[in-house]
């Protein structure tokens, strides 16, 4: 077996497309499987599966967030008796441009959706050709959410987090959208600064104003109360308008980069700080560029961990790879195994 494909029928794509798997194996033939992974719970057994048959490729029919779930349950799967003993590590792993910003496909430079990938692959393998692939650094992220019934912990990996301030609450916003996509990004980036005048003055308290204008913006510099270790230095204060890093550089729907340092081999990048809005809005050029941070109030360095613990009652909710990691009241990020990504661009189907 070469390829192992995963799709999730209930994700916002694949809504309306109930032959989804069906169309996919129709391409891969007798090169691979695909699955319908309804759930989070139904995702290891097939990975479970595709282990068992050695496939050489792990495809993600999604983004971002249907990589992150396909690297997490794989490295839980590898981890049980059956494969512990054995020499087994996980296969290149892939996503396919289906999510609604794909930063992981941005940066290794894979081109195309699900069926054009998958076209490439099944040419490139019949014909005995080489599947370029890159390694990248993931980062080991171990957790606290409260439950119920108490605290439990959980271990995942990722490779780019909003934690806390305005990253997270720029996630919030964007996800509000009906069908967030690239220009979704701009729009919160518009209203932010539409808003700001009025949300961050007394102009806020005039009858009649709109409820967006004179509250957009202070919901998105809202800070994050935590206790911020990097790299064994605890830092100064316990509320934070940014808390953000990556083990890879990101590009957001070629609007916004950011995370440049993460792409040393072995480190993380983490932005973190108490910025003022004004401060932030100075660096959005920067950002767009996709350089360094600049500001008094501003940790942009590279690291190797860094830890949070909630502070008060706001407990903490993490936007891991544009998945929403919510109620913890712990989290640490440490640099993880690194992935084999395969760099592939889609075929034009015939």
Same mark, same amino acid.
């Given at each position: ?37 309804? *759930? ?6 097939? &990975? ?52 609604? $910003? ?20 099944? &040419? ?60 979704? $990004? ?8 539409? *808003? ?31 206790? $911020? ?54 660096? &959005? ?13 501003? &940790? ?40 084999? $990504? ?9």
């Amino acid at each position: 077996m070469q390829i192992g494909v995963i799709t999730n029928p209930n994700s916002r794509k694949n809504k309306h497309r109930p032959d989804r798997a069906r169309r996919l194996q129709s391409i891969l033939g007798e090169m691979g499987e695909v699955h319908s992974t309804d *759930s989070v719970d139904s995702i290891k057994p097939v &990975l479970r599966d595709f282990l068992r048959k050695r496939a050489r490729y792990w495809v993600a029919d999604g983004g971002d967030g249907a990589l992150h779930w396909m690297l997490r349950m794989g490295m839980e799967v590898l981890q049980e008796d059956e494969f512990a003993g054995e020499s087994v590590t996980l296969p290149m792993t892939m996503p396919t441009n289906g999510g609604t $910003i794909d930063f992981i496909a941005n940066n290794v430079g894979i081109k195309g959706d699900a069926e054009s990938l998958l076209t490439a692959m099944r &040419l490139r393998i019949e014909r005995g050709q080489r599947i370029e692939d890159t390694e990248v650094d993931s980062m080991v992220i171990d957790g606290v959410q409260a439950g119920p019934d108490g605290d439990v912990p959980f271990r995942t990996y990722g490779f780019a987090v909003a934690a806390g301030g305005i990253g997270q609450r720029f996630f919030a916003k964007y996800y509000e959208d009906a069908d967030p996509n690239p220009r979704t $990004i701009m729009k919160v980036v518009g209203r932010t600064l539409a *808003s700001m005048p009025v949300a961050l003055s007394p102009l806020r308290k005039v009858p009649g104003m709109p409820r967006f204008l004179s509250t957009y913006a202070r919901d998105m510099f809202s800070p994050t109360r935590a206790k $911020i270790t990097v790299d064994g230095m605890v830092l100064p204060g316990d509320e934070f308008t940014g808390i953000h890093v990556a083990s890879m550089s990101i590009n957001l729907g070629n609007v916004l980069h950011f995370f440049g340092k993460a792409d040393q081999p072995g480190l993380m990048n983490a932005i973190v700080g108490t910025p003022s809005p004004m401060s932030v809005v100075r660096n &959005l050029p920067r950002m767009v560029r996709g350089e360094e941070m600049r500001g008094s109030q501003i &940790l942009d360095r590279p690291c190797r961990s860094l830890d949070l613990e909630a502070v008060g009652d706001e407990l903490l909710e993490p936007v891991i790879d544009g998945e929403y990691y919510r109620g913890l009241r712990k989290i640490s990020f440490r640099v993880g195994p690194r992935v084999r $990504i395969p760099k592939v661009v889609g075929a034009p189907l015939h």
